[in-house]
């Protein structure tokens, strides 16, 4: 069973950087697109990157400038910097298979920001 695994949430200050991880096993598919999604307390789920399979990236208009999604092979990663309050949530980390545009998703990770 495809497994996505994330990594590198925390607390951090406003401000402030963070790395998330996610690295995705089992995968008996050709990967589409991978990316991350987030949720906040009382929200619904909201794209945050997304990265094709020929690498191109695109994201949300409240990190554009602020936070770099990257990709190798099967992981794929999000380097956020300027932190804010507001990108307090729980991301997920999810791949697309090929050709079906099935969505596999991770469990979450905890990001908090204080002010």
């Known amino acids: 069973q495809v497994q996505l695994v994330e990594s590198g949430g925390g607390l951090v200050q406003a401000g402030g950087s963070l790395k998330l991880s996610c690295t995705a096993s089992?995968?008996?598919?050709?990967?589409?697109?991978m990316g991350w999604y987030r949720q906040a307390p009382g929200k619904q789920r909201e794209l945050v990157a997304t990265?094709?399979?020929?690498?191109r990236a695109n994201y949300a208009d409240s990190v554009k400038g602020r936070f770099t999604a990257s990709r190798d092979n099967a992981k794929v990663y999000l380097q956020m910097n300027s932190l804010k309050p507001e990108d307090t949530a729980v991301y997920y980390c999810y791949a697309t298979e090929s050709p079906t545009w099935r969505n596999y998703w991770g469990q979450g990770t905890q990001v908090t920001v204080s002010s």
């Open positions: 089992r995968i008996t598919f050709s990967i589409n697109a």
């Open positions: 990265i094709t399979s020929g690498g």
